[in-house]
């Protein structure tokens, strides 16, 4: 069990109280990126972004560190490597509760949302984009660490 000298030292660390996300967001659509950043910061100011043009270029980029985002939004439809192609990949290594991927696709079709549901999404949305929807869903997925109150 932590000392609270420990705890005080993790709040600090995590900006006072509010643990810092990374979210890893996968679109090749700039503009779909700009408005799921711009809605997710109005929702929680501690998120911090990266930002992915295609599944092949996240799949990059997490090889490339040891940091795992909190969070990963995809779009379906993408060139060179495509969502499901990323999501089946990224569930080999990583688990549902290790890391939620979140599907934000314009298609509202039943069997592409099973299929995706059977690939490992914890959850989709579908465009266009809600912005209420979209942040309680992310929200919901956030890990949450146990950490210091302000005071």
Partial sequence: ?????????????????????????????PAIRAVLRSTLIKADKTLRFIEAGDGSEAIDYLSSTEKIPSIIITDVIMPNMN????????????????????????????????????????????????TQTISARILKWLPR???APNF
């Fill in 1 to 29: 069990m932590p000392s609270i000298a420990e705890i005080m030292e993790m709040a600090q660390a995590t900006g006072g109280g509010k643990t810092i996300h990374t979210v890893l967001l996968i679109d090749d659509d």
């Fill in 83 to 130: 969502g499901k192609q990323a999501i089946t990949r990224l569930r080999r290594k990583h688990s549902k509760e290790k890391l939620p991927i979140i599907v934000c696709t314009g298609s509202n079709s039943k069997p592409l949302i099973i299929e995706l549901l059977q690939l490992g999404v914890n959850d989709v949305v579908v465009k266009p984009i809600d």
């Fill in 145 to 147: 660490d146990i950490v």
